[in-house]
């Protein structure tokens, strides 16, 4: 099924679906996955492509996208994607204007990976797990070169080395979803997928992996995709501010409400109980999504949504969920949802405003409702 998706610039493509366009599947199709891209998308092939490894304590390695099928076991995690800066429109319009892509509530997908470990490829390259020769912490960065940004020569971000290792993070390098080859769009031939930790790490049409004792120099790492504190209030005021605040990693806790979507006229049953629907994210580690509650009376009381939770789930997925909310009638009404993980994080009313507008997670929100 094509989903007609709102897009924001041609070159280079970025654009999500209507949020109720997501919530149709629980494995989204790479045909309804929301795109962000900061430069333009490279030609590749699967058959001259290689992976290039190197850096601190490993043997330079290539490994071409057929060795990394055949040489090493397969690994299947089911996790969400989500960009940094989804749910942007909300923090702008809520609290105050940021700088960014305009994302409403859409650019997130949640997909079945399959490829080799990222921890077994790096113990062919030779990494020691527990490194003794230095106590430094190693980072490993994540490079593509094939294309010029907008913003640096080529792209490349960077995560601490931990995070790649840690059997349970489930780190792997991708080179199909949901059973079928990654599209172009996607990071064909092979992406990084990191559960947990926000899209912009999970580097596309990977050319290199290098570990090292420092994060990425890139600007997409240094200069973008960090929540600045709130005294950085325009690109000037900010630049005291990169330098010292780390960059973004785990995603935060998140609900959504796709059904019904802003705006609408909603037209209440003989039994005053109207269905609202969307989907729910954990916070980095701590999943899976345990609790989504709504409310239709501006957060004076709350009912319990009910979790759709198919075979295949695991904590690092998204959770459709749907509730049964009594509503009045009346104008300019909101409904709002919050959701709770197993480590304990809830959504707040809103979250800190930052220059940049990433990592909005405040309340789920259906903005001036008409209620007949």
């Not at 690994?75 to 969400?80: E, G, I, M, N």
């Not at 049409?205 to 997409?220: A, C, F, G, K, M």
């Not at 995709?225 to 005021?237: C, E, F, G």
């Not at 701590?286 to 009910?306: F, I, L, N, R």
């Amino acid at each position: 099924m094509t989903v007609q998706k709102h897009e924001y610039t041609e070159q280079p493509l970025n654009q999500e679906p209507p949020t109720k366009a997501l919530i149709d599947h629980f494995l989204t199709p790479q045909d309804i996955g929301y795109d962000r891209n900061h430069g333009p998308i490279p030609p590749l092939s699967d058959e001259k492509h290689t992976i290039g490894i190197r850096g601190v304590g490993l043997h330079p390695l290539g490994l071409t996208v057929d060795q990394l099928h055949s040489e090493f076991s397969q690994h299947t995690v089911t996790c969400a994607l989500q960009c940094a800066g989804n749910r942007r429109h909300t923090m702008r319009t809520l609290l105050k204007e940021v700088q960014g892509i305009d994302w409403g509530d859409a650019a997130v997908m949640n997909c079945k990976w399959r490829g080799p470990r990222l921890r077994d490829v790096l113990l062919r390259a030779g990494l020691l797990i527990n490194p003794s020769s230095t106590d430094r912490q190693l980072h490993a960065a994540f490079s593509c070169y094939k294309v010029e940004c907008q913003d640096d020569s080529f792209f490349e971000t960077s995560v601490p080395l931990e995070k790649c290792l840690e059997e349970d993070r489930d780190a792997i390098l991708a080179l199909e979803v949901n059973d079928i080859p990654l599209t172009k769009n996607h990071g064909y031939p092979v992406r990084v997928v990191l559960p947990g930790i926000v899209g912009v790490r999970w580097v596309k049409w990977l050319e290199r992996i290098t570990i090292q004792d420092h994060e990425s120099p890139n600007v997409y790492q240094q200069r973008d995709y960090k929540v600045l504190p709130p005294d950085a209030t325009d690109s000037k005021s900010a630049e005291k501010y990169w330098g010292c605040t780390p960059p973004m990693y785990d995603v935060p806790i998140n609900s959504v409400i796709a059904v019904p979507s802003d705006g609408e006229t909603v037209t209440v049953p003989p039994s005053g109980m109207v269905e609202v629907k969307g989907y729910a994210i954990p916070e980095g580690a701590d999943g899976p999504v345990t609790q989504v509650q709504v409310s239709g009376d501006g957060g004076h009381s709350w009912v319990e949504a009910e979790l759709n939770t198919p075979s295949g789930s695991s904590k690092w997925c998204w959770v459709l969920w749907r509730a049964s909310v009594r509503m009045t009638p009346g104008t300019k009404v909101d409904l709002l949802s919050r959701a709770t993980d197993a480590g304990g994080n809830s959504q707040k009313e809103h979250s800190q405003w930052n220059l940049r507008g990433v990592g909005y997670s405040g309340y789920g929100r259906a903005k001036d409702l008409t209620v007949v």
